[in-house]
């Protein structure tokens, strides 16, 4: 699984209040167009940079990938680059690197992404090779097998061999979440990885990856006619393919607490993950949610963190945690807050503090002056993910999958603007209790004593 960090920010948001008005906010161009196939095409229009940004967004993650097939998408995700019968494995590397681009993709819970970032020039290069692969892939049993070797060796990396193990995101969902498309490891099991055939790959391919249940994404220096032309040329001619009908993933909030302890072999300090279930998708309490995050884990300035790590001395670090981004989610999400702690406390304490951080919120409120802090923030955040083209594309690809619009873009921030003092306090009251919080307390294994002894003669 792949990350990337866009550090270009704009400059303007410096003095960005969040008060603006709409004359003052930036609105991203967009435009759409369907095909006759389904394929959604979201452009926008940027003649800053002689480049371009695209993303393929297929409604495919790790909740709907099959039973038994845990991290599946994950696996997917993998076999997309390694080539097809007219592109052979490199061919894709090759088309964007060589003119000094650069590509990506990603697993989420509701949608796997392909991203990619290159000179305008090689735009229709890279929609070919997005097309032919959406055709079909090179399907073989040598490049299945090398696939699921690179993703165990990925999960030994990043989670078996690593402090923590990535308990905070894999595990805390698995007691968190009731149905098993919420609560299964989708970064993949090795059973399940090996149980996978070359049938299953197929299957999985003409299920998920058709033009019907894809969108693409197009940010950059080109017209939108132009842009809407080339997909036409590219993508028109592939047909659309009957989707599954997606299960019920819907859950309520939890009714009881959930705590659990487990040990690490590799970690130096003990850690603690506390995760509430958050609001629906696009619900009345989604924005005050996402806000109500922000000010209490997100940063230095961030309540837990002055109260817990400055404050109280008991934390060493606090953040929260997720899988994907405030408003990239269509399913039953976390709001986690994850926290290495001292040895001299405990789990008990750690949750004492953050209960009392909720509870000052509950009677005390928030300030204007430090949601008005929290807000811009938020909004800087939001534009400077926007400004690079390669964001720009993936984010408006995602919200279309996700909303059915990609035009939220713009209508986020006036969301975030609306926020009231009264807004976090009750969705504090509602998600952020005991009932609906799942807790891991990660400890290290004692160490057995190692220091030299004196042996008399």
Not at 149 to 157: G, L, S
Not at 301 to 330: C, M
């Amino acid at each position: 699984m792949r990350h990337f960090i866009f550090p270009t920010v704009l400059f303007a948001l410096l003095s960005f209040s969040s008060q603006a008005t709409q004359l003052d906010r930036w609105q991203v161009p967009v435009a759409m167009k369907k095909l006759d196939n389904g394929l959604t095409v979201v452009v926008s229009e940027d003649r800053s940079s002689p480049t371009v940004g695209v993303s393929v967004v297929y409604r495919v993650g790790m909740r709907l990938e099959p039973r038994n097939r845990s991290g599946f998408a994950h696996l997917f995700e993998h076999l997309m680059f390694e080539g097809s019968p007219n592109a052979k494995e490199g061919v894709f590397d090759k088309v964007i690197t060589g003119g000094g681009g650069r590509y990506n993709g990603s697993t989420g819970p509701d949608f796997t992404n392909y991203i990619a970032l290159a000179p305008v020039t090689a735009l229709e290069p890279i929609l070919w090779l997005e097309a032919d692969r959406m055709k079909t892939l090179d399907f073989n049993p040598a490049t299945l097998k090398n696939q699921k070797d690179v993703v165990k060796e990925e999960i030994r990396v990043n989670v078996k061999n690593q402090p923590y193990g990535g308990f905070m995101w894999i595990d805390i969902g698995q007691h968190a979440f009731q149905k098993w498309e919420n609560n299964h490891d989708g970064y993949g099991s090795f059973d399940d990885l090996e149980d996978a055939s070359l049938q299953d790959v197929m299957a999985f391919h003409h299920d998920y990856y058709g033009p019907n249940n894809a969108v693409i994404g197009i940010a950059g220096d080109i017209a939108a006619a132009e842009a809407f032309e080339l997909v036409e040329k590219y993508f028109g001619g592939i047909n659309a393919r009957p989707t599954p009908k997606a299960p019920d993933y819907s859950e309520g909030l939890n009714k009881q607490e959930k705590r659990l302890q487990q040990t690490d072999e590799l970690a130096q300090v003990p850690a603690i993950a506390a995760a509430w279930k958050m609001p629906v998708r696009g619900s009345k309490d989604h924005a005050p949610m996402a806000v109500l995050g922000e000010l209490l884990g997100t940063g230095n300035a961030s309540r837990f963190y002055q109260g817990l790590v400055k404050g109280r001395e008991i934390a060493l670090n606090i953040d929260t945690h997720g899988l994907v981004g405030p408003w990239e989610y269509d399913g039953p999400t976390l709001f986690t807050v994850f926290a290495l702690y001292k040895p001299t406390t405990n789990a008990d304490a750690v949750l004492s503090a953050l209960d009392e951080e909720i509870a000052k919120l509950h009677s005390e409120g928030v300030g204007e002056p430090e949601l008005a802090r929290v807000k811009t923030r938020m909004l800087a955040g939001w534009y400077k993910h926007l400004e690079p083209f390669i964001g720009r594309a993936d984010m408006l690809a995602k919200l279309h999958t996700l909303w059915g619009d990609a035009n939220v873009v713009n209508t986020i921030p006036t969301w975030i603007e609306a926020i009231t003092a009264a807004d976090l306090q009750r969705v504090a009251k509602t998600y952020l209790t005991p009932t609906n919080r799942t807790v891991i307390d990660r400890v290290p294994v004692p160490r057995l004593n190692t220091a030299p002894t004196t042996v008399s003669k």
